[in-house]
Nanobody, 116 residues
Framework: QVQLVESGGGLVQIGGSLRLSCVASENIFNINFIVWYRQTPGNQRERVAHITSGGFPNYADSVKGRFTISRDGTRNTVYLEMNNLKSEDSGVYYC??????????WGQGTQVTVSS
């Protein structure tokens, strides 16, 4: 099963930006889609965005126009560019594949904290 490692989180002020990275252990073009989720304490994971093997992005309504998902095949990496961050964007961000989601296997995630 492909291994994914998230990074790039941190503390940022409201209105700021961050870029998260998700590095895969194999060719990302062989994966049907890669999804970014986020989770806050006491809440279920929320899908934020995904990108298909064909490069088509899809976003949750809450992040449309602010977040951009992209990929770099030479680095087997999927990025999540987050702009105009709001306090409600805070949480632990995870990336995953359909197989990982189905088997409920998740990585460490990366913490994003948006403060005033």
């Amino acid at each position: 099963q492909v291994q994914l490692v998230e990074s790039g989180g941190g503390l940022v002020q409201i209105g700021g930006s961050l870029r998260l990275s998700c590095v895969a252990s194999e060719n990302i073009f062989n994966i049907n889609f890669i999804v970014w989720y986020r989770q806050t304490p006491g809440n279920q994971r929320e899908r934020v965005a995904h990108i298909t093997s064909g490069g088509f992005p899809n976003y949750a309504d809450s992040v449309k126009g602010r977040f951009t998902i992209s990929r770099d095949g030479t680095r087997n990496t999927v990025y999540l560019e987050m702009n105009n961050l709001k306090s409600e964007d805070s949480g632990v961000y995870y990336c995953n594949t359909p197989a990982g989601i189905a088997s409920d296997k998740w990585g460490q995630g990366t913490q994003v904290t948006v403060s005033s």
